[in-house]
């Protein structure tokens, strides 16, 4: 298992190549994909298919991805939070999501906060992305609970949204 970091109450790890499970478990609830401009997965194999040609490369083209999160109090995988290149915008932007038994806690605030700063100190990324639907106000309340600056209002991917971004003070 690869621990890429910890957080007070959570560890962050790779997915590997056997995770299809966990993707499929994540995005098999209806108000985890609401926003996200996502199909509900209805069958593993969909979320297998996600698995390697979205998740899994970015670790070897890029050295960055959205990461599974665990609790460490009691090792129970509640979603994912990470980073992602996307080329079509030349960006790296800040993703995440959780099963909603998991919500209401700050875990996505804490794996958030984290991971922008693993981005610029270990990574040493220029700027950071964050966007979410402009209905969705818990992900909204994330971005700039972890001090993200707000950028302007757009549409991505057929989506109204909010986009704010973090620059990296060390470079
Ligand atoms: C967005 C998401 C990650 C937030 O997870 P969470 O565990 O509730 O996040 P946190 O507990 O760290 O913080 C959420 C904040 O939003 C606030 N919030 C939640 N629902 C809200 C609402 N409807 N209106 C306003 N604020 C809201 C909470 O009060 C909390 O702020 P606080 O700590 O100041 O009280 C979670 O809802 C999720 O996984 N959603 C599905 C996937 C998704 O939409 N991902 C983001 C795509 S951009």
């Given at each position: 298992?690869?621990?890429?970091?910890?957080?007070?109450?959570?560890?962050?790890?790779?997915?590997t190549d056997a995770?299809?499970?966990?993707?499929?478990?994540?995005?098999?609830?209806?108000?985890?994909?609401?926003?996200?401009?996502?199909?509900?997965?209805?069958?593993?194999?969909?979320?297998?298919?996600?698995?390697?040609?979205?998740?899994?490369?970015?670790?070897?083209?890029?050295?960055?991805?959205?990461?599974?999160?665990?609790?460490?109090?009691?090792?129970?995988?509640?979603?994912?939070?990470?980073?992602?290149?996307?080329?079509?915008?030349?960006?790296?932007?800040?993703?995440?999501?959780?099963?909603?038994?998991?919500?209401?806690?700050?875990?996505?605030?804490?794996?958030?906060?984290?991971?922008?700063?693993?981005?610029?100190?270990k990574l040493q990324?220029?700027?950071?992305?964050?966007?979410?639907?402009?209905?969705?106000?818990?992900?909204?309340?994330?971005?700039?609970?972890?001090?993200?600056?707000?950028?302007?209002?757009?549409?991505?991917?057929?989506?109204?949204?909010?986009?704010?971004?973090?620059?990296?003070?060390?470079?």
């Amino acid at each position: 298992m690869q621990i890429i970091f910890e957080t007070p109450r959570l560890y962050l790890r790779r997915f590997t190549d056997a995770d299809a499970s966990l993707v499929f478990y994540l995005n098999s609830y209806q108000e985890v994909v609401e926003y996200v401009h996502e199909p509900v997965h209805t069958c593993v194999e969909f979320s297998r298919n996600i698995l390697f040609e979205h998740i899994l490369p970015q670790y070897a083209l890029y050295n960055l991805g959205r990461l599974a999160v665990y609790v460490k109090e009691n090792e129970e995988f509640i979603g994912w939070c990470g980073l992602k290149f996307r080329a079509e915008l030349n960006e790296i932007d800040l993703g995440y999501r959780y099963i909603p038994s998991s919500w209401g806690k700050g875990f996505a605030t804490e794996a958030a906060k984290h991971t922008l700063d693993y981005g610029f100190s270990k990574l040493q990324l220029s700027e950071i992305i964050g966007r979410a639907h402009v209905d969705n106000k818990a992900s909204l309340s994330v971005l700039k609970k972890i001090g993200m600056t707000y950028l302007r209002n757009e549409v991505v991917d057929h989506c109204p949204v909010e986009t704010y971004h973090s620059i990296n003070p060390n470079v």
